[in-house]
């Protein structure tokens, strides 16, 4: 059994030793409030009690991260290298030319997050998804971690313990000018820009990671896709400027949707004018037909007997929801033990656990989406029931309730850990829980700080 409920309980016990600490966590709220954690123009929920984490919760986390990193670059490497191997994937043909553009660069996989489900009690992994460059979350992390540093309850736990934030941003961008310096067609002082359809994107973060490329030396704009103009031999950026490398944060369903006026964007990297980090062969890793590809004969023939076990292990069962490929009278039968999935999408997303279903509803999720009833495919999933941790909910209203009002009991919400992969290395967790079956925003999904505890 891993150590982390006994770290969360002394937490708990911490607190109310300080008679709840309620100032801590208005002044944590108040901090949040004036925060640079906003997606799509909210300020994220959050909890006052972070994820606390031990030394062999990290050690799973990052054998997990490389042997994961390790499997997903066989899996692209074979994808660019073999035709026959692509047959086994279904993607849009623009999107697959794409994909065979060379990068010009070493890394096969720069950027990453792998989202999972681990048992506490176990130590057991198995996978939600596999998330690549549009990944997110460094940011709420980081000023979540902030809004605690002074909480009484917070102080008194880092004097018994020594304790270790995540470090998300610097580890990044020494990455990425690493990656750079690799590549081709690189020149002596570069310009780079990260790239998104802004609308769509986690811009305070972007300014954010901009900043911290300038105090690296190295200028960086932030800018949207459309935005772009291509002259042939340059990119350039809104302002005019040149870009040499992108840190590509738009996902590639998004590319398409916005096909035509992304043209500049993808012209420079036809023709190899720009380092486009990561390349469009992320895609492979974004989209979820990755989850069945992995068990494929084809994939399993170039995996080592470990790495295939490991697959068997934490992936759970992944088919299309079609008839050719899975019984649906049986997925419609036993509702509890499935969730229903796009191939390729983001932000949960018409993403349904058959255990928060009606029975009637479960079968109208099924006639919406089986056999391609949508436009577009979809995959049914062995639901993969969360571990639960003892939580405070989020302060919501603190404001307009006395102290004695304030929730001090907490509640018991269940766990998503996203696992943080900079070039193949564990970097970090991004922490989020929920009430309810589907761990996200929208199903009123929390982030907690991510704190290591005893290294």
Request: glycine share 6%; proline share 4%; net charge negative.
């Amino acid at each position: 059994m891993l150590s982390n409920n006994a770290y969360t309980q002394e937490y708990f016990d911490i607190m109310e030793s300080l008679g709840g600490d309620i100032e801590s966590r208005r002044a944590a709220y108040d901090y949040m409030k004036n925060s640079t954690a906003i997606v799509h123009h909210q300020v994220i929920s959050t909890s006052f009690v972070p994820r606390l984490y031990d030394r062999r919760t990290r050690e799973i986390m990052r054998a997990t991260v490389e042997t994961t990193h390790r499997i997903l670059c066989k899996v692209i490497e074979h994808y660019l290298e073999d035709p026959d191997y692509r047959t086994i994937f279904d993607y849009d043909p623009r999107l697959a030319e794409l994909i065979l553009v060379p990068r010009g660069y070493d890394a096969v996989l720069p950027f990453a997050r792998f989202d999972i489900f681990l048992d506490e009690e176990t130590g057991e992994v198995a996978f939600c998804e596999f998330n690549g460059d549009g990944s997110s979350g460094m940011n709420e992390n980081r000023e979540i971690t902030n809004s605690l540093a002074n909480a009484k309850t917070f102080q008194e736990f880092a004097r018994r313990h020594k304790v270790e934030p995540c470090e998300l941003f610097d580890a990044w961008v020494e990455d990425f000018i690493g990656i750079y310096h690799t590549y081709k067609g690189r020149v002596e002082h570069p310009r780079f820009a990260i790239c998104d359809y802004l609308q769509n994107g986690v811009v305070d973060e972007f300014h954010l990671f901009a900043k911290k490329f300038e105090e690296h030396g190295y200028p960086c704009c932030v800018c949207d896709v459309r935005d772009l103009t291509f002259d042939g031999e340059v990119l350039h950026d809104a302002q005019g400027q040149p870009v040499h490398a992108i840190w590509r944060r738009c996902v590639t369903n998004d590319v398409l949707e916005f096909w035509d006026d992304s043209q500049a964007l993808i012209e420079a990297v036809r023709a190899q004018k720009v380092a486009l980090i990561g390349s469009f062969a992320g895609h492979i890793v974004h989209d979820k037909q990755i989850c069945e590809a992995l068990f494929h004969p084809k994939t399993q023939a170039f995996l080592t007997d470990e790495e295939n076990a490991f697959v068997a292990r934490t992936v759970p069962k992944t088919r299309y929801l079609d008839s050719s490929e899975i019984d649906l009278d049986e997925v419609r039968a036993n509702k509890d033990a499935w969730i229903v999935k796009p191939t390729d999408a983001y932000g949960a997303a018409d993403v349904y656990a058959g255990c928060f279903q009606t029975q009637e509803k479960w079968n109208e999720i099924i006639d919406r989406f089986a056999n391609g009833a949508a436009g577009a495919p979809f995959l049914v999933q062995r639901y993969i029931t969360p571990y639960k941790t003892h939580i405070l909910e989020p302060d919501h209203d603190i404001e307009s309730l006395s102290d004695e009002e304030v929730d001090r009991t907490g509640a018991m919400y269940n766990n998503l850990e996203g696992l943080y992969c900079y070039n193949g290395r564990f970097q970090g967790v991004f922490s989020r829980l929920g009430p309810l079956p589907t761990i996200s925003k929208p199903m009123r999904g929390i982030t907690a700080a991510t704190i290591w505890v005893d290294e």
